[in-house]
């Protein structure tokens, strides 16, 4: 029997615990740990997995140690959590928040005995989790704490002027009260809003003012652009940094790297939705690719293909890397990656707008690439293991451009909070209720859900060729 665990850390999700980990894994642990027994022999627990897994996305907060009779779903298990918390007699870890629901004593003394900016109260039944869920989902954050208030505490309800259950107001040290604006009145909106309010940062991360970005000398003249929009600067700047920065490291390219760059820039010249220039270039490189029938070529020949017979005046990729929609709050952070990501997402958008044959095309055209060439190998070992689990099945063009978008969003989850995020770009799962409020929903148990068909709508649209600003272009 082996033991999977759900942890707090930001960076991992889930670990199996082995005889070798066990006792160093759960025993002194700082955080609240629940530990699901398994063996890979039962049917069962193979099939319980995939909801284990996601619990772990789902709550990245506080677990307890238990393990036996609990639901199946993750709704479920997530209000079996909180009760197991509330019921949980002995001393609490460190991390675990109060979950107990708010006084008007308590209100009122708020921040002579907190040390936040801003407290989030979220009015509701007794029977309700909303509030005890947004506490959990913001308890990686700083300036902020989350407080449930029952309906029943009526004087409280009066005075905030609350009238729907559930509802969420902000209130301040200087006695502000204002209500939390969302789409719908449920857990993930409350936790989207908060989390993205001025001066509320994940724990352990700098507060950056774009007005210190424009202003740090040590950075590259900042250029301001438009966070809801793609731009072609990023997407030839990802050009340059894979043909002539990353692909260098490569002095010959044989067998299978052979076989997946000729897939790579095949896919590239066939639907980059770039300038006629650039667009002319990617094709001669193509036709030069196609026409090797050798097992190996020499990257130095690639580059003289790149450089020099397609220096034309027709035909041209600029050198050099501009980011736009990239740019990052520092230097390491963002750009390649970021615009790696919007210009696959861009081409499965193209392919589904070009009505082509083959929907796996352009995706195993990413994998190829990303396996063999993508500098960040543990990058690549990741997406691998997605890819591995779940592209085969991909079957239409509209599901090409939905895998990307969700496999895209697992990855955001992972790295949330982690030490790559930067700041001033924290990872969300991405759109936006903002962005696009039709791409989200509500079941009827409150559960938040994606509108798949809108989601695609808005994909198609916000990485179509015709939307892409082409700004800042060398
Ligand atoms: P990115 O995640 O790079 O996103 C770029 C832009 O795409 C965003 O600004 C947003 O406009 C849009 N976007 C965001 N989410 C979505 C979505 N779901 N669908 C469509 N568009 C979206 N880093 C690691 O540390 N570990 C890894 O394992 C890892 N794996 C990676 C695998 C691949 C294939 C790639 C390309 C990158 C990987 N990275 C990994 C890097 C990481 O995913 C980010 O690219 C990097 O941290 C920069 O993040 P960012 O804030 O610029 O946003």
Same mark, same amino acid.
């Given at each position: 029997?082996?033991? =999977?665990?759900?942890?707090?850390?930001?960076?991992?999700?889930?670990?199996?615990?082995?005889?070798?980990?066990?006792?160093?894994?759960?025993?002194?642990?700082?955080?609240?740990?629940?530990?699901?027994?398994?063996?890979?022999?039962?049917?069962?627990?193979?099939? +319980?997995?995939?909801?284990?897994?996601?619990?772990?996305?789902?709550?990245?907060?506080? +677990? !307890?140690? /238990?393990?036996?009779?609990?639901?199946?779903?993750?709704?479920?298990?997530?209000?079996?959590?909180?009760?197991?918390?509330?019921?949980?007699?002995?001393?609490?870890?460190?991390?675990?928040?109060?979950? #107990?629901?708010?006084? #008007?004593?308590?209100?009122?003394?708020?921040?002579?005995? @907190?040390?936040?900016?801003?407290?989030?109260?979220?009015?509701?039944?007794?029977? $309700?989790?909303?509030?005890?869920?947004?506490?959990?989902?913001?308890?990686?954050? #700083? @300036?902020?704490?989350?407080?449930?208030?029952?309906?029943?505490?009526?004087?409280?309800?009066?005075?905030?002027?609350?009238?729907?259950?559930?509802?969420?107001?902000?209130?301040?040290?200087?006695?502000? *009260?204002?209500?939390?604006?969302?789409?719908?009145?449920?857990?993930?909106?409350?936790?989207?809003?908060?989390?993205?309010?001025?001066?509320?940062?994940?724990?352990?991360?700098?507060?950056?003012?774009?007005?210190?970005? *424009?202003?740090? $000398?040590?950075?590259?003249?900042?250029?301001?652009? @438009?966070?809801?929009?793609?731009?072609?600067?990023?997407?030839?700047?990802?050009?340059?940094?894979?043909?002539?920065?990353?692909? $260098?490291?490569?002095?010959?390219?044989?067998?299978?790297?052979?076989?997946?760059?000729?897939?790579? *820039?095949?896919?590239?010249?066939?639907?980059?939705?770039?300038?006629?220039? =650039?667009?002319?270039?990617?094709?001669?490189?193509?036709?030069?690719?196609?026409?090797?029938?050798?097992?190996?070529?020499?990257? &130095?020949? +690639?580059?003289?293909?790149?450089?020099?017979?397609?220096?034309?005046?027709?035909?041209?990729?600029?050198?050099?890397?501009?980011?736009?929609?990239?740019?990052?709050?520092?230097?390491?952070?963002?750009?390649?990656?970021?615009?790696?990501?919007?210009?696959?997402?861009?081409?499965?958008?193209?392919?589904?707008?070009?009505? *082509?044959?083959?929907?796996?095309?352009?995706?195993?055209?990413?994998?190829?690439?990303?396996?063999?060439?993508?500098?960040?190998?543990?990058?690549?070992?990741?997406?691998?293991?997605?890819?591995?689990?779940?592209?085969?099945?991909?079957?239409?063009? &509209?599901?090409?451009?939905?895998? !990307?978008?969700?496999?895209?969003?697992? /990855?955001?989850?992972?790295?949330?909070?982690?030490?790559?995020?930067?700041?001033? +770009?924290?990872?969300?799962?991405?759109?936006?209720?903002?962005?696009?409020? &039709?791409?989200?929903?509500?079941?009827?148990?409150?559960?938040?859900?994606? @509108?798949?068909?809108?989601? !695609?709508?808005?994909?198609?649209?916000?990485?179509? &060729?015709?939307?892409?600003?082409?700004?800042?272009?060398?």
């Amino acid at each position: 029997v082996a033991a =999977v665990w759900v942890q707090i850390p930001h960076t991992v999700s889930i670990i199996i615990l082995s005889p070798e980990n066990v006792d160093s894994g759960l025993f002194n642990s700082t955080a609240a740990l629940l530990v699901e027994f398994y063996a890979t022999w039962c049917g069962h627990c193979v099939a +319980f997995s995939p909801t284990w897994k996601s619990l772990a996305r789902d709550i990245k907060a506080c +677990f !307890l140690n /238990v393990h036996i009779g609990f639901p199946r779903d993750v709704r479920g298990l997530r209000h079996y959590i909180i009760d197991k918390l509330e019921m949980h007699n002995e001393a609490w870890p460190p991390a675990c928040p109060p979950l #107990e629901t708010a006084s #008007e004593a308590e209100i009122d003394n708020f921040f002579q005995t @907190n040390n936040v900016k801003l407290l989030a109260l979220v009015f509701e039944s007794k029977d $309700s989790y909303v509030g005890r869920e947004v506490t959990l989902d913001l308890l990686q954050y #700083e @300036n902020i704490a989350v407080r449930r208030v029952l309906d029943t505490e009526t004087s409280l309800v009066s005075r905030f002027g609350v009238t729907d259950f559930p509802s969420c107001y902000l209130y301040n040290s200087s006695r502000h *009260i204002s209500r939390l604006k969302v789409l719908n009145e449920a857990r993930t909106f409350y936790s989207y809003a908060l989390q993205r309010l001025p001066g509320v940062v994940r724990t352990g991360k700098p507060q950056i003012a774009i007005t210190d970005l *424009i202003k740090n $000398s040590t950075l590259q003249e900042w250029r301001s652009f @438009n966070k809801t929009r793609v731009y072609m600067s990023d997407l030839e700047s990802a050009l340059h940094y894979s043909l002539r920065v990353e692909l $260098s490291g490569h002095i010959s390219i044989s067998g299978n790297d052979l076989t997946a760059l000729k897939k790579y *820039i095949n896919v590239l010249a066939k639907y980059f939705p770039g300038r006629p220039s =650039v667009k002319s270039a990617l094709k001669t490189v193509d036709s030069w690719l196609q026409q090797q029938k050798g097992t190996e070529i020499k990257y &130095s020949d +690639f580059r003289d293909v790149l450089d020099n017979t397609v220096q034309t005046s027709d035909a041209v990729l600029p050198e050099g890397v501009q980011w736009v929609g990239c740019q990052g709050s520092e230097s390491h952070y963002r750009g390649y990656p970021c615009a790696f990501w919007t210009l696959f997402h861009v081409l499965t958008v193209q392919a589904k707008e070009m009505g *082509i044959p083959d929907p796996q095309e352009v995706l195993q055209a990413m994998r190829g690439y990303v396996s063999r060439f993508f500098g960040c190998r543990p990058c690549a070992t990741h997406f691998e293991s997605m890819a591995q689990e779940s592209m085969d099945h991909v079957t239409s063009l &509209s599901a090409t451009v939905l895998w !990307l978008w969700s496999r895209h969003n697992r /990855v955001n989850n992972r790295l949330a909070g982690d030490l790559s995020e930067d700041p001033y +770009f924290p990872k969300i799962q991405w759109p936006s209720p903002e962005l696009c409020p &039709s791409c989200h929903g509500l079941k009827k148990t409150g559960e938040h859900h994606w @509108n798949q068909e809108e989601v !695609l709508t808005f994909l198609r649209n916000y990485f179509s &060729s015709a939307h892409i600003l082409m700004d800042y272009l060398q």
